[in-house]
DNA sequence: TTGACTAATTATACCTATACAATTATAATG
DNA sequence: CATTATAATTGTATAGGTATAATTAGTCAA
């Protein structure tokens, strides 16, 4: 792993096990050179990353100071960010209800740009948070990128296939968000009634090369889901 | 204004201007070096920020490319990003209902991190865009750090009052989503029905030295609001 | 004594320069 | 046509100097 890295991660995992307070003060900039061997720049990058991410903030002339979010039971709207232990806060599990190999819609073939003789793996699921229906997820991949799909997998986690067994980098993605009434069909899934009130999440995932292999559309139990969002260098 | 801010600025405005595509390969380092009269370090800088604002991608080994939403009505979550224009986009205007200085309740107090006997402005207001409602939004500044508000500036933009006139620099922020079915008042505000859908944003906004100082509670018009967030590194 | 201004110190932010590593694209080769 | 070498291009890491903001301490005056 890269130096950078290494040193956010350390950084990142004592704040963790200390449990350090908004507004705690980290040791200074040549401290920290000190302590990981690292040179001024590299320890820069290091709190930038984890400036990024909002678990630090810099204040020039004073310090560096630890910034935890306020409210706990929310789902990260951007998941690669925060503490590790936000994610394992949640038991979240699948159950497949569809994989089939299709051809992609004009709609799925615009959001990723693909053309409509292509093949794409859709895959249906249901998602539990703590044994409570989450969502019902509609998603489509591109099969000349992901090349081989199955149950298990579906079942499991589909993104740590693509990273790990395909040796793929996922780069970037959109996220589009509505909210609506449930129709009967997904009503019934999420145990809700027809017209009640639902969040719709559209999402496009793309490589590090700039192909979009992955769009979603989720539906959410608008009792379940509650989301956040750290904004950063406004 | 710094120099990898304006190199940033100006590489925007250059796709903007040009109406490059999506993939579209932009000139290799060497060359933004030359033309822009910056080090390498300044001009990575510059492109890490465009990088998080969305604007483009990079690929290692091969170069610097344009990086485009593809679809368009949607409201940023981080408005901070994106192009100018998709800001103008929208024509947004508001209509003040409340605007009075009280006492926090505990919820307020505890999120501008503030004792009960502060004082704190509180805001209500209506938003409208495209001349439609967009939302119902109540706020509660610090009056400790926003002195003074008055009507004008709260129909017009707080927060540009807050930088250019107060001189404060906005840091960070928090925002937590969720959706809901509308109450009768809300109902009424937005001209929508009790028990439709609603999406609630409550935002936290902090000073870059990390004071919390702008606590908003925002009720959305589902009919009107789709929101879009772009993601990087992930 | 209090308050206001000033200066020194501390600490991060910005900019430059350089070397090498990793990845991708391209050309050469068999 | 596939393999391999080469070039092109961005990424990482280090070092050091300058700039700017925040804090602290000190000085002076009312």
Redesign the interface.
């Known amino acids: 792993m890269l130096k950078y890295q290494q040193v956010a991660n350390q950084i990142e995992l004592y704040i963790e096990q200390h449990q350090l307070q908004?507004?705690t003060k980290l040791p200074v900039l040549e401290s920290l050179m000190d302590e990981f061997s690292a040179s001024k720049s590299t320890i820069i990058k290091a709190l930038d990353l984890l400036e990024?991410k909002?678990l630090i903030?810099q204040?020039r002339g004073?310090g560096i100071?630890v910034?935890r979010?306020?409210?706990m039971g929310?789902i990260n709207?951007?998941s690669?960010q925060g503490f590790k232990k936000d994610l394992e806060e949640f038991d979240i599990t699948s159950e497949m209800l569809q994989l089939d190999v299709v051809k992609p819609t004009q709609e799925v073939a615009?959001?990723l740009q693909i053309d409509y003789d292509q093949g794409v793996y859709y895959v249906k699921r249901i998602r539990y948070i703590n044994g409570q229906t989450l969502c019902v997820e509609e998603s489509y991949y591109d099969k000349s990128v992901v090349t081989y799909l199955n149950k298990q997998i579906v079942t499991e986690s589909i993104f740590h296939y693509v990273t790990e067994g395909l040796g793929l980098n996922?780069?970037?993605?959109?996220?589009?968000?509505?909210?609506?009434?449930l129709t009967e069909e997904e009503a019934n899934y999420l145990h809700l009634k027809q017209g009640?009130?639902?969040?719709v999440m559209e999402s496009?995932?793309?490589l590090?090369?700039?192909k979009p292999f992955d769009f979603s559309k989720v539906t959410?139990n608008?009792e379940q889901?509650?989301?956040?969002?750290?904004?950063?260098?406004?």
């Open positions: 908004q507004g990024k909002g903030f204040v004073s100071f910034r979010k306020s409210r929310y709207l951007l690669n615009d959001n996922i780069g970037f993605s959109e996220m589009y968000i509505k909210t609506g009434k009640d009130p639902k969040l496009i995932f793309f590090s090369n700039g959410y608008y889901s509650q989301f956040f969002l750290l904004g950063s260098g406004i």
